[in-house]
């Protein structure tokens, strides 16, 4: 299994850019015989959206508290 994750630049977000890199990973990553998966905490909405865009499904969930300000602070 090969994780994916991607940070865009601010510069090129709302752009596409993450949902296509994500994509032509993941073909990548089937090419070579692995499973490419997508982690994202819930509480990250722009990440989950764009796992969502790429084909990603949930298939399990991990759980962690966070203060209310750094959760704000991700979904700016």
């Known amino acids: 299994m090969y994780q994916i994750g991607v940070d865009v630049l601010p510069e090129y977000r709302r752009k596409g850019v993450a949902s296509a890199l994500t994509s032509k990973l993941s073909?990548?990553?089937?090419?070579?015989?692995?499973?490419?998966?997508?982690?994202?905490?819930w509480s990250n909405?722009?990440?989950?959206?764009?796992?969502?865009?790429?084909?990603?499904?949930?298939?399990w969930a991990e759980l962690t508290a966070r203060e209310i300000d750094f959760v704000n602070n991700i979904n700016k």
């Open 27 to 41: 073909l990548e990553i089937l090419k070579l015989g692995k499973v490419p998966f997508y982690c994202a905490a």
């Open 45 to 59: 909405i722009k990440s989950v959206r764009n796992a969502i865009k790429s084909g990603f499904y949930p298939a």
